[in-house]
């Protein structure tokens, strides 16, 4: 491993552990809670949690195409239609995730009518404002390495 990229997969690793986190405690307690409370809290929430699980596919699968990215770098693939590929993984699943999360809004919008509680309208908002933003970064990388590989290519014809 390099020592270039050990800083990028300890970010890609500290990513994860929160999502693992929230996944196995937050968010069944988060279902218990609700379910003990009452039938609209219950009602609301449910299919926030169901969405937030959902959209954890998708962020996994993204984190280890970003694994894969960096060891395509460590080994000097780095400028290859492998990265590109992993780059259009990571896209697809931004925009997944993004999808999940704007089906999950009119429910986020619901319970922050019902609780008095406009704040957690703008939680969902985030989530659906930094995925569109990885998507985006990614589409940006993808278009900009496939163009290099491209004009090397090209380049290496010329010879």
């Known amino acids: 491993m390099k020592r270039e990229t050990v800083f990028l997969r300890l970010a890609v690793f500290v990513l994860a552990v929160p999502i693992v986190a929230a996944c196995l405690l937050l968010l069944p307690y988060i279902w218990r809670e609700a379910v003990e409370s009452g039938s609209w809290i219950e009602d609301s929430i449910r299919p926030i949690v169901i969405g937030m699980y959902v959209s954890a596919i998708p962020f996994f699968i993204a984190l280890f195409q ?26 697809y699943c931004a925009l997944a995730i993004t999808a999940v999360y704007i089906g999950t809004l009119p429910f986020f919008y619901w319970f922050a009518e019902r609780d008095d509680a406009p704040g957690f309208l703008l939680i969902g908002l ?11 970064f990614a ?5 900009l390495l496939k163009r290099a590989i491209d004009m090397k290519q090209e380049n290496d014809l010329t010879v």
């Open 66 to 91: 970003a694994f894969m990215l960096l060891r395509l770098i460590d080994r000097d693939e780095g400028f290859s239609y492998r990265a590109v590929q992993s780059l259009r993984t990571i896209k």
């Open 139 to 143: 589409e940006l990388l993808q278009k």
């Open 126 to 136: 985030v989530f659906v404002f930094a995925a569109s933003v990885v998507a985006v």
